[in-house]
């Protein structure tokens, strides 16, 4: 199989999957060269949300307070880098780091499989996060915190209030955000010099399959259909791509025009 092969059978239920496809005009704002900084320094800021989230996931969910300290610390060398501004840049091996294994709690029946996908996935983006930095430091660009955008936080406003619904939205949330991720490397990444290009393609293959890891874990834990729950976050979530956003980040909605 060829690699463009290979990029649109991974692609082909991405697309599916999403309402909508990234707008031109976002695209055309993400590859502008006075963009690359803001785009990088916002996709590590991803990488390690998306860690954090699926951190928070287990903690409250699937183990008890030791284990819940042993993902903590696993995680703080990589939140010391951002918010705290240690920028020693030795996260090396931290990305396999936890110390013990994570005590599933008693009385949640898909525990150790919540555990076992979300450890997976939290690897992977930390070692995401740091081919980041490490591409930013190539480049002589300087790593600083940026300002949310309103996409997480707007579909966060569509998660139901009641267990196990909370849950099963989040992980429904979780989906969207890592097919989106994985349409817009492909849609960018023609436009990119060689590096970046590679590093993009290099991310599709583990953002597919993140994406449908949640999709999996949300229908186990429902037990039974879920298509009107993805369909409304869906909705949702094409609704913040295509409406007009002020801010340029990785997720964000289609530029107001300067």
Not at 44 to 72: P, V
Not at 108 to 114: D, N
Not at 224 to 248: H, M, N
């Amino acid at each position: 199989m060829s690699l463009s092969q290979e990029i649109e059978t991974l692609l082909t239920p991405v697309r599916a999957f999403l309402h909508c496809d990234t707008p031109q005009s976002w695209i055309d704002e993400a590859v502008k060269p006075e963009n690359e900084t803001i785009l990088l320094r916002d996709h590590a800021n991803c990488e390690l949300k998306a860690s954090q989230t699926a951190m928070w996931l287990i903690r409250k969910y699937a183990i008890d307070e030791e284990s819940g300290h042993l993902l903590l610390e696993w995680a703080k060398p990589y939140e010391d880098f951002v918010y705290r501004g240690e920028h020693s840049g030795i996260f090396h091996a931290k990305k396999n780091g936890l110390s013990a294994p994570l005590k599933p709690k008693a009385g949640f029946e898909h525990g150790q499989e919540l555990i076992d996908k979300m450890v997976r996935l939290i690897k992977e983006e930390f070692h995401h996060f740091e081919q980041v930095i490490e591409i930013m430091e190539k480049r002589d660009m300087a790593y600083s915190p940026l300002n949310a955008g309103r996409y997480a936080r707007g579909l966060m406003s569509a998660v139901r209030t009641h267990e196990p619904a909370t849950l099963i939205d989040k992980l429904i949330i979780g989906a969207y955000i890592e097919a989106r991720s994985c349409e817009r490397f492909a849609k960018i990444a023609p436009y990119l010099d060689a590096d970046l290009q590679k590093f993009y393609i290099s991310l599709l293959r583990s953002e597919a399959r993140h994406y449908q890891d949640y999709l999996t874990l949300a229908e186990a834990i429902a037990g039974g259909d879920i298509s009107d729950r993805i369909k409304v976050i869906g909705q949702k979530e094409a609704e913040l791509i295509k409406s007009p956003d002020d801010l340029f980040r990785f997720h964000s909605g289609t530029p107001i025009a300067a």
